[in-house]
């Protein structure tokens, strides 16, 4: 069973369509997050949910809106691409009272 | 702002080489550790934490000792083994509260057989 699981795991589309990608955790972890890692490989923080609430929001574009149903669900939303948003999203969830995340396996997301 | 300073790679090795990824931060208070390992095509997975001060985190013959003194956190192995070959992050979490992690760069290492 995978723990923290991402789709889809490759995304190709053009500038300025609107994509969501998918994130679903079955740890019973109460905080999820979003990680944006560059073609350099640098991560960054993009936003943390704790119990459906956000906590983190950090210098992001509003073309990027999170959006979490339950607990084990953190997807991200985003609208009118652009070649910038290509980078490789990791999706990771944390336990109630504990700091080491667990990630999932990433979406590579292509812009042309 | 808190911020994780790593050593550039690639770092290139022979296999059953001794390792040494250096890792240095920038925090207020007393963060918590770690180091995250990246599989080509995978995503991150722990590799060790330490969570205060003097605190050795281990795994899999690697190691790293939280030194307050010189905001320090090297990654070391004694031996290492071409399934090793993978990019090494170093992060920190700080204590206020927000939980979001803190990478350095990455280190990319290549054993070779």
């Known amino acids: 069973d995978t723990a923290v699981s991402q789709t889809p795991k490759y995304l190709v589309t053009q500038m300025g369509n609107d994509k969501s990608i998918k994130c679903e955790q079955n740890?019973?972890?109460?905080?999820m997050y979003w990680y944006k890692q560059d073609s350099k490989k640098f991560l960054k923080i993009m936003f943390s949910?704790?119990?459906?609430?956000?906590?983190i929001n950090e210098t992001v574009p509003n073309r990027f809106s999170p959006k979490s149903p339950d607990k084990a669900h953190l997807n991200l939303h985003i609208n009118s691409l652009e070649l910038g948003d290509s980078a490789v999203y990791f999706c990771?969830?944390?336990?109630?009272?504990?700091?080491?995340?667990?990630f999932g396996p990433g979406t590579r997301l292509t812009v042309t | 702002g808190n911020s994780v300073t790593q050593m550039e790679g690639p770092v290139t090795l022979s296999e059953e080489a001794f390792l040494t990824i250096n890792c240095t931060y920038t925090?207020?208070?007393?963060?918590?550790l770690f180091w995250y390992v990246q599989y080509p095509g995978e995503g991150l997975q722990l590799l060790l934490k330490?969570?205060?001060?003097?605190d050795k985190g281990s795994n899999k013959g690697f190691e790293a000792t939280y030194r307050k003194e010189t905001t320090s956190f090297h990654l070391e192995k004694g031996s290492v083994q071409v399934s090793d070959s993978a990019v090494y992050f170093c992060?920190?979490?700080?204590?206020?509260?927000?939980?979001?992690?803190?990478f350095g760069s990455g280190t990319r290492l290549q054993v070779q057989p």
């Open positions: 990771a969830s944390s336990p109630a009272g504990r700091i080491e995340q667990y």
């Open positions: 740890l019973g972890h109460d905080t």
């Open positions: 949910y704790n119990n459906k609430e956000l906590i």
């Open positions: 925090a207020t208070g007393y963060p918590s």
């Open positions: 330490a969570t205060k001060a003097d």
């Open positions: 992060a920190l979490s700080d204590q206020a509260g927000r939980r979001a992690l803190t």
